[in-house]
């Protein structure tokens, strides 16, 4: 197999996992879908030539830092727009038929449910300090080992090992018993 | 305790990989570019995948700039104004002229050589 195709492979692997993992941290669907084409892009400059063992956890490296980035460009965007008035109440209750189509993949209760869960585990990974999240995320989600996710963050694999220890029981009991 | 950890770390995983199903035809076409994209990355030159043509026009923006500046009747002139100064813009002339780099290209070794020989008075 080509370099080209491996990576190829590689990214349509990880490549909706990412998305959504943008989307749970910046709420929203362009500004995540920019990331994540950012960090493909910036893996097949920086090292797409390297052996694709190593891709996983650089990719994971490159999206947070791409996440890391966006959210604080956003906090700065955010308080500059405090000196700007802000649209009525009116302009923002008004009626947006892109936002009330309903869901093309959506239907079934269970999907309903589905979506819930999954916005209350985002609410709750959201909550967690950064360095939580992103260790929880790359260890459970993606399914990273100790010494991946420590390339990943950047960090000892003895902070990785903390942060997500700390991580799961601040989120256990902010999902409640039922998640258990 | 590590029970209740890995059932719940299962149902995370399991709400998570869900919500992955679950991504609309829209997003999943724009991800597809994206790879696209990103793969067609591996087949540009080092030199384009770097950045280097961008930093390279940069610098020789940068470069122009400082000439400018520094050339006779330039912002610079008043304070710069010397001998040196009067050589480099001189230089950049030379080499911003493209028949006299090919004025250079004919006989690179002559003008080496002419540079390094010491000429008798007059010549030169």
């Known amino acids: 197999m080509s370099q080209a195709q491996a990576l190829e492979r590689f990214l349509a692997t990880v490549e909706r996992r990412a998305f959504r993992i943008a989307r749970g941290a910046v709420r929203d669907g362009d500004d995540a879908l920019d990331i994540v084409q950012d960090a493909m892009i910036s893996l097949a400059r920086s090292y797409g030539r390297r052996p694709a063992t190593e891709w996983k956890p650089l990719f994971y490296r490159i999206l947070n830092n791409g996440i890391r980035d966006f959210m604080r460009r956003r906090k700065v965007r955010m308080r500059v727009m405090t000196w700007w008035p802000s649209r009525s109440a009116a302009e923002e209750d008004a009626y947006d038929p892109v936002a009330a189509a309903p869901d093309p993949a959506g239907g079934p209760l269970q999907q309903l449910e589905g979506e819930q869960a999954l916005a209350s585990l985002e609410a709750g990974l959201a909550a967690l300090p950064g360095r939580q999240r992103e260790a929880f995320i790359l260890r459970a989600l993606e399914g990273l080992d100790v010494a991946e996710t420590a390339v990943a963050m950047g960090c000892s694999e003895g902070s990785v090992k903390t942060h997500y220890f700390r991580a799961v029981h601040t989120l256990r009991d902010r999902l409640g018993e039922h998640w258990t | ?124």
Request: hydrophobic fraction near 50%; charge should be negative.
């Open chain 2, 1 to 124: 305790m590590t029970d209740n950890n890995d059932r719940f770390e299962s149902r995370v995983r399991a709400v998570f990989d869900e919500g992955v199903g679950r991504i609309d035809g829209y997003t999943r076409s724009r991800l597809t570019q994206a790879r696209f994209a990103a793969v067609a990355e591996l087949g540009k030159p080092a030199l384009w995948r770097g950045g280097w043509i961008p930093a390279g026009a940069v610098a020789a923006v940068a470069v122009l700039a400082v000439a400018l500046w520094l050339q006779p009747g330039g912002v610079g002139e008043a304070t710069l104004a010397t001998p040196r100064v009067t050589v480099l813009a001189d230089d950049f002339e030379l080499l911003v002229v493209g028949e006299d780099l090919d004025l250079l290209n004919e006989d690179l070794e002559f003008y080496a050589w002419v540079a390094e020989a010491e000429l008798p008075n007059g010549v030169g």
